[in-house]
């Protein structure tokens, strides 16, 4: 059986979700011939670069643009034109990905983009190929974009992620509220003492991670200032060299600075509240690490969405303004029952066996999660 796992690098999550579905197949399915594309590397190279380069030049220096691009392409009576828009430029610029697509056919193709999702449901349509195409929505909230004839099986977050979809004239059966893929160090159980000392900080102390996201944006040194006095900080600058030289360099009292990490489940597994951006990916983590989000800087549209979904759960917080954040931290610190509360409300949510389900539904004879059935 061949499977082809396809995703676009646009921002990062797309990408990290795809790795953590081929990592886990590779370790839990047998006698599968699995590969991983980026769709991007198989399309036109200005195309690319636009898709790329144009998406990080609008969210940090044109965010009005993008937010008033994601608006118009998500206008109901506009979806028509929009998406045979959105196809034709896809479709022109991904003559190799079709021909790779066509030639490879593989058994099933899962994306995690909606741009390989459209040009695999389009052959599919024109029985160019007879791939079972399953589509893993990212987002909390969807795009009319994420929506494609032809895809057999949408893997959504939750239950309003669901909702949604119905709304965008998916047929219910079609939709699997399995959760989105992260990687399975994000579910283990961590020692919080051994990794206190292992970090250097205080285990004692009431510890707030603080985190960029890939671009490394956000008013991260105002809220340290307002912080720092009460409790303790993690800062991870990611990307963002100048904001980690700036901060080094204040030395604040109560607060470890950090660059690009490859342990953010350890400084996470050590924290009690994560102030962040609302990724879809990222939400994710932080739910399976059962960690109470305060989400800040939300790029407008897919993650102001993400985090209005989450309201509806009673899961995460966006203050309206900065000066608002160290009256939300210090009511967390000081009212431990509210803190357990918000992680009741997390476990309802949180989705431990994501991978294993499609493991499961793919080759329902691989290693087997509680309550996992095929499709």
């Not at 739910?287 to 939300?298: C, D, G, T, V, Y």
Request: glycine share 4%.
């Amino acid at each position: 059986m061949k499977i082809l796992i396809v995703y676009a690098t646009a921002g990062t999550g797309h990408r990290r979700v795809a790795q953590s579905l081929y990592d886990y197949l590779q370790d839990n399915c047998q006698n599968l011939e699995i590969k991983i594309i980026d769709a991007l590397e198989k399309s036109n190279p200005i195309f690319r670069n636009i898709y790329i380069y144009g998406y990080d030049f609008l969210v940090n220096h044109a965010l009005w643009l993008w937010q008033f691009s994601f608006w118009l392409t998500s206008i109901r009576f506009l979806n028509s034109l929009n998406r045979f828009l959105a196809f034709i430029i896809h479709r022109l610029n991904s003559t190799q990905l079709c021909r790779f697509l066509i030639q490879d056919n593989p058994d099933f193709i899962i994306s995690t983009h909606f741009l390989p999702s459209e040009i695999s449901a389009s052959l599919k349509r024109s029985k160019k190929i007879n791939s079972k195409i399953i589509t893993v929505i990212t987002d909390f909230g969807v795009h009319p974009f994420w929506v494609s004839e032809g895809t057999d099986v949408y893997v959504v977050p939750c239950g309003i992620t669901k909702e949604q979809l119905i709304l965008e004239g998916v047929k219910e059966d079609k939709i699997k509220e399995f959760g989105i893929p992260v990687e399975l160090k994000f579910f283990k159980k961590y020692d919080r003492d051994a990794l206190c000392e292992k970090l250097n900080i205080q285990k004692h102390k009431f510890t707030v991670l603080m985190v960029t996201g890939s671009f490394g944006i956000g008013p991260i040194e105002e809220i340290i200032n307002l912080l720092y006095k009460d409790v303790q900080i993690l800062a991870v600058c990611a990307n963002n060299r100048r904001l980690y030289t700036r901060l080094k360099n204040k030395n604040y009292p109560n607060t470890r600075v950090y660059g690009f990490v490859d342990n953010i489940e350890e400084l996470m597994a050590v924290s009690d509240v994560i102030i962040t951006k609302p990724g879809g990916v990222s939400i994710s983590e932080i739910l399976a690490m059962e960690l109470l989000p305060i989400f800040i800087s939300a790029i407008p549209g897919q993650e102001t969405q993400n985090a209005k979904v989450l309201r509806k759960y009673k899961i995460g917080i966006s203050p309206k303004k900065i000066e608002d954040i160290p009256g939300i931290v210090l009511d967390y610190k000081e009212h431990p029952q509210r803190i357990k509360d918000a992680k009741e409300n997390i476990k309802a949510i949180k989705r431990p066996s994501t991978a294993g389900e499609l493991c499961n539904a793919i080759c329902p004879d691989s290693i087997r999660f509680a309550n996992c059935r095929p499709f």
